[in-house]
Structures are given as structure tokens and as C-alpha cells.
């Protein structure tokens, strides 16, 4: 399980990285997301691919019985997926905005109309 989440991990990573090299911004933005959701799996897969008992001391213990969930990538994970679900909407009104005013997506183009 592992290896097949490094491999859609890189796969991600790598069409991210394929779009952010394309002259159009919704292809740019489409691109930061690809690689925010590889940086996600990543994350996810360091905290271990187990089934395990939630991280909670039972009455009367004084430490965790083993094998338990690792809450801190699953937290990290949740606030990554809220925080990219945030920029992608700004990014969303930004794309909109800016075809309004220049008539294009094309990143080149826009720097023409500029000047």
C-alpha cells in the first residue's frame, strides 16, 4: 500500500509540477493544487497506513496501548485541506478577475496588455 501511494503521490506531484510550467494561469493554479494534494499524501503516509485503535488512555492506564492512530498528520492533513480549499476559491475570483480585465488566461499575453 505503500508503494502504490508513493507512486500516485509522485504521479501527482509530477503533473503539478507539468501544469505550473504551462502559460496559462488556470492551468497554474490547477497545478498548486495537484501538488498540495501530493504534499497531503505524503503527510498522511508518514503517520503509518494501519488499522489502530483511537489515540485515547483508557480508564485506570497511565499510556497508550499500542497499536494507535498518530493524530498529528491526520490534523495536519485537515487544516492542508482547508487552508488549499481557501486559496483555490481566492485563486477561482483572482482567474475570473483577471480574464475580465485583460480578455485572456495566457500568462504572456496579460504582461503585454500591461504595458
Known amino acids: 500500500m505503500h508503494l502504490l501511494i508513493a507512486i500516485l503521490s509522485g504521479v501527482l506531484f509530477a503533473a503539478g509540477v507539468w501544469l505550473i510550467l504551462r502559460r496559462s ?10 501538488i498540495s494534494h ?5 503527510i498522511f503516509t508518514s ?10 488512555v483508557e480508564k485506570g492506564a497511565t499510556a497508550l496501548q499500542t497499536p494507535f492512530a498518530d493524530p498529528l498528520p491526520q490534523a495536519l492533513i485537515l ?12 485563486f477561482l475570483v ?22
Open 38 to 42: 501530493s504534499a497531503s499524501l505524503v
Open 79 to 90: 487544516t492542508a485541506i482547508v487552508i488549499s480549499f481557501g486559496l483555490f476559491a481566492f
Open 25 to 34: 494561469l488556470a492551468r497554474l493554479v490547477l497545478g498548486l493544487i495537484l
Open 94 to 115: 483572482l482567474i475570473k478577475r483577471a480574464h475580465q480585465e485583460t480578455g485572456t488566461d495566457d500568462i504572456d499575453a496579460m504582461s503585454e496588455v500591461e504595458s
Open 47 to 56: 503517520g503509518g497506513l494501519q488499522h489502530a485503535e483511537p489515540p485515547l
